[in-house]
């Protein structure tokens, strides 16, 4: 072989680099758990370590604020006293009432707002994106915006009901009856558009064929809501109420910004008992079993709702 020959084979021959010998001399499940590797240890350190620690927390007096004072067990002490304090099952009651209201309301409005821009009219574009600015806030500033909003002496919540015939001054958080209320007002206007979006998603999945073979049996629009649009949307609408199940279950910011609990304890969430107990009365192991507990809760409801997602998908 020449000399050129042999200088234009060395050029043509690759240079690899450490890490594409390093890369080649690993098998399949070796480059798997090199990139899973970092994400698994990042869930181990921020969800699985901190459920452990609340977990063994639960099981002893362990006060924040006195961490020099001595740890004691106290086994299912912290458990048997959340269970039988009528102040958490009165918190239980409330977290019930906003679930079951808001998110009735939520399905409502929201599957309303789905059929009509369904219908793809001229401006549904601009109405659709309109409608989505609430869940674009922060519940923060929501809930501080509502606060001004209910305000008896300033805001323009009092003009509005005085201009359509109402008498009366009206303190929507400031009343026991209708504090409640105001609080399920304020989530079902932030996150209708949220349901209304995954039901838009349900209808627009659904065959146009299927529409075609009701006209021409001469279905009514009753009836093809009933026997198509209904059961075609059925999944969508029970992965809205898991969604919303879990997110209202945990509502925080919201409420505490509106009422933080109040007046007396009547809009009092079980999230924001759990932040009283835990970050005012600094009662750290009583606030874990109840967190616990809480944890619980949702993780049942929710395992019920997809449990009932999978019976509706095998229809």
């Known amino acids: 072989m020449s000399a050129i020959s042999l200088a234009t084979a060395v050029r043509a ?33 921020f969800n699985i370590f901190p459920l452990v620690w ?13 961490p020099g004072a001595d740890v004691l067990w106290v086994g299912l002490g912290n458990y048997s006293r959340v269970l ?22 939520q399905l ?6 789905a059929l009509m821009l369904n219908r793809r009219f001229r401006t549904h574009s601009f109405w659709s994106t309109a409608i989505l600015l609430p869940m674009m806030l922060a519940p923060a500033v929501v809930g501080t915006f509502w606060k001004y909003f209910f305000e008896p002496q300033y805001g323009i919540f009092n003009y509005i009901v005085n201009f359509f015939g109402g008498r009366g001054s009206f303190t929507m958080l400031g009343d026991t009856q209708l ?12 996150w209708t558009p949220y349901v209304m979006l995954l039901l838009l998603a349900g209808l627009r999945s659904i065959p146009p064929y299927l529409y075609e073979a009701a006209e021409i049996d001469r279905a ?12 075609m949307v059925m999944p969508f609408i029970v992965l ?26 009547v809009t009092e969430l079980a999230s924001i008992k759990l932040k009283r107990e835990a ?6 192991g009583y606030s874990s079993a109840l967190a616990i507990i809480l944890f619980v809760a949702i993780y049942g409801l929710s395992l019920v709702t997809v449990r009932f997602l999978d019976r509706v998908k095998q229809r």
């Open 279 to 284: 970050f005012e009365k600094w009662r750290t």
């Open 84 to 105: 039988n304090d009528e102040a958490i099952w009165e918190n239980m009651r409330a977290t019930a009432h906003f679930l079951t209201c808001s998110i009735t309301l």
């Open 220 to 231: 009514s629009e009753w009836t093809k809501f009933w026997r198509i649009t209904l059961p």
């Open 179 to 190: 504090s409640p209320w105001a609080i399920v007002l304020v989530d079902t206007w932030m």
């Open 54 to 66: 609340t977990i063994w927390l639960s099981f002893t007096n362990y006060r924040a604020n006195r």
């Open 108 to 113: 409502l409005l929201g599957f309303g707002l």
């Open 240 to 265: 809205a109420v898991l969604f919303r199940l879990i997110e209202n279950f945990k509502m925080f910011d919201l409420v505490d910004q509106l009422t933080n609990g109040g007046p007396g304890s």
């Open 13 to 45: 021959e690759p240079v690899e680099a450490p890490a594409v010998r390093l890369a080649q001399g690993l098998s399949d499940r070796a480059l798997a758990w090199l990139f899973v590797g970092p994400t698994i240890l990042l869930l181990l350190a």
